[in-house]
Structures are given as C-alpha cells and as structure tokens.
T-cell receptor
C-alpha cells in the first residue's frame, strides 16, 4: 500500500516533443506529490509538486496532472530539450509524515 | 539559504574496511535528516531517517548504522564493508512539522567497495 508505481522505466523523445511520465499509488493518505529531477552523479532536485486538491499545476514547460479518483499523477515536459535528459522520480508523502515514498525512476533521453 | 554538504564525494574502500560518511546541513534548525542509497541505474532506497539528535529510525536491516551527534550532522557508518554496499549514498533534509515536508538532497557520495 505504500508503493508508488512509476512508468516507463526509460523514455526517448525527440527534441521539441512531449515527454510523459506516469505514476500510480494506492495509499489514499498520500496528500503531497513532488517530482524530482536527477542528473548523472548528482543528487535529486525538486522539480515541481502538487497537492490533491488541484488537478493540474504548471511551471514553465513542466506540468503535473493529477487524477485523484484514479489515484494517478503524471509529469508532462513540453517542448522537451536535450538538457532535460535526466532521471525523473515521482514521490508521495502523507500529511505530517516524515518519509517520502519514491517511484522507481524514469530515465529520459531527449534526442536532437 | 539552506545548504547540505556531504563528504567525501567519492570513496574506494576494500571489503571488510570501516566506513564513515558525513552529512551536514546549514541554514536551518531541527531538520529531519535522511540517508538513501541508490544502486547504479536504480531507484532510491531509504536507509535511515532522524527527527532529532540521537533519534534514528532504520528502514532496512543491513550492514550499516547511522548516528546524529548534533542537530545538523548525520553520519552513516559501517564496521565492515561488503561488496554489496557499493552505491551512491545521498543525504537529505526536510523541514519538520510542516505539511509539505519536501526533501532536499545533498550532492551524494559514490562508494565503491572492492
């Protein structure tokens, strides 16, 4: 029940295309959903996050779509660029909790 | 602003040797602190977390231990390293008692056990 399932494991997108990464969860106590971006050899960095009281959050080219009834959320990267090539992790947190539950990660490669 | 430091950045150790990785946080008080391990091309495995000095919760039984001797210092240790301890070790911190306890990660330590 604590798992966050992430797909796909890897993704190749052409420059200018849309990258979509999906996550699903079971624990309805989760109420905060951040996405992290990790470049090789670096620690993950917070990219964007959403609470379940909204269905969408957009920051620049990055958008989180959230479907509370389906218990799914996704990251969309518009106009994908080679500099977006990284590993992306979704995560979930219970209110007042001390631990994040992470997805297994998606390796994104944006080709020219 | 808050910063998190980890050292060393890379470490090569023989099997059976001891380990000590250090993490310190600046610019915040009473943080939650976390140790993660990331195997090559894999996800993040939470090893330990701490909500205060001397308070350590272990997530996975293993060859490692953690200590928090000061409010903003978190140490990962082992008495005898195994080959399977190789990986990328990440320290993270979060603000306590906040609804959105997003974690912020350090730069990591790459450990290779030979």
């Amino acid at each position: 029940q604590q798992q966050v399932k992430q797909s796909p494991q890897s993704l190749i997108v052409q420059k200018g295309g849309i990258s979509i990464i999906n996550c699903a969860y079971e624990n309805t106590a989760f109420d905060y959903f951040p996405w992290y971006q990790q470049f090789p050899g670096k620690g993950p960095a917070l990219l964007i996050a959403i609470r379940p009281d909204v269905s969408e959050k957009k920051e620049g080219r990055f958008t989180i779509s959230f479907n509370k009834s389906a218990k799914q959320f996704s990251l969309h990267i518009m106009d994908s660029q080679p500099g977006d090539s990284a590993t992306y992790f979704c995560a979930a947190l219970t209110g007042g909790g001390n631990k994040l539950t992470f997805g297994t990660g998606t390796q994104l490669k944006v080709e020219l | 602003s808050q910063t998190i430091h980890q050292w060393p950045a890379t470490l090569v150790q023989p099997v059976g040797s001891p380990l000590s990785l250090e993490c310190t946080v600046e610019g915040t008080s009473n943080p939650n602190l976390y140790w993660y391990r990331q195997a090559a091309g894999r996800g993040l495995q939470l090893l330990f977390y701490s909500v205060g000095i001397g308070q350590i919760s272990s997530e996975v039984p293993q060859n490692l231990s953690a200590s928090r001797p000061q409010d903003r210092q978190f140490i990962l240790s082992s008495k005898k390293l195994l080959l399977s301890d190789s990986g990328f070790y990440l320290c993270a911190w979060s603000v306590r008692l906040r609804v959105e306890e997003t974690q912020y990660f350090g730069p990591g330590t790459r450990l290779l056990v030979l």
